[in-house]
């Protein structure tokens, strides 16, 4: 066997993205504590792989623990696997500290999952679980910054593909203008919202709702619903 051969772990980390009532993006950012370290604080929700645990079933332990709700769309898009991933000072103290044990290199397959905001959040594992602007991520340990930006690609192939995942960060009950902010900030695509809501109107599984916005300061909009069954017999093309 060669030398060069070693021992390595691997982890899972979970990229959960939110849409909130500002009509932003978000992430769901975790607290690490380290006293004597003022920075990179914040990062993925993440964790070694039990020896009895397939990868995907440690993805949804981690999401379990994070968020408290036992099934979440889920899905594995990249291995970071660079030798010198967490080749930080202080990552690996945080690693000796979480674990008990000395790593050397750590491998992590990533896992992007969607998460309505208006969702209670009850962790049972991090004391801090916070919802973070995909603007406003600050520096964070590991290569956490590049898991981001690539689930960010990945999320966009995802949603060309299957329109309908859209539908998981969106309330039960919204608005077109909703829909249209959630596709730009998804899709990275700027759509005229009168074209953008002409073509939403062709399909018939979005229904519209005999309600309308209150207590707002603009012009008030219907509300709408996603019917799953109708989309699956659907031979609607994705917006473009």
């Not at 009895?52 to 623990?65: C, G, I, N, P, S």
């Not at 309330?171 to 074209?195: G, M, V």
């Amino acid at each position: 066997m060669s030398s060069s051969f070693i021992h390595t772990y691997v982890s899972v980390d979970c990229v959960v993205f939110g849409f909130d009532r500002e009509n932003q993006l978000n992430i769901l950012l975790v607290q690490r504590h380290l006293s004597d370290v003022p920075e990179r604080q914040k990062r993925l929700p993440g964790s070694l792989i039990l020896s009895d645990e397939d990868v995907d079933d440690a993805a949804q332990r981690v999401l379990h623990e994070l968020t408290g709700i036992k099934k979440m769309v889920l899905k594995q898009f990249k291995c970071f696997a660079d030798p010198n991933r967490a080749s930080s000072e202080y990552d690996i103290k945080w690693m000796r500290k979480e674990y008990n044990h000395q790593i050397d290199r750590i491998m992590t397959v990533a896992y992007l999952s969607l998460c309505k905001i208006d969702h209670k959040i009850n962790s049972t594992k991090y004391d801090t679980v916070d919802w973070c602007p995909i603007t406003k991520v600050p520096l964070l340990p590991f290569d956490h910054n590049k898991i981001i930006k690539e689930s960010l690609v990945e999320i966009r192939k995802w949603i060309e593909s299957d329109f309908s995942i859209i539908f998981e960060l969106l309330p039960k009950k919204f608005t077109i203008r909703q829909l249209y902010q959630l596709y730009n900030a998804l899709s990275e695509k700027h759509i005229d919202i009168k074209n953008f809501h002409k073509k939403v109107s062709s399909f018939n599984y979005i229904i519209p709702l005999d309600e309308i916005e209150t207590n707002v300061a603009h012009r008030a909009a219907r509300y709408y619903k996603f019917d799953a069954k109708l989309y699956k017999k659907s031979n609607n093309k994705l917006i473009k």
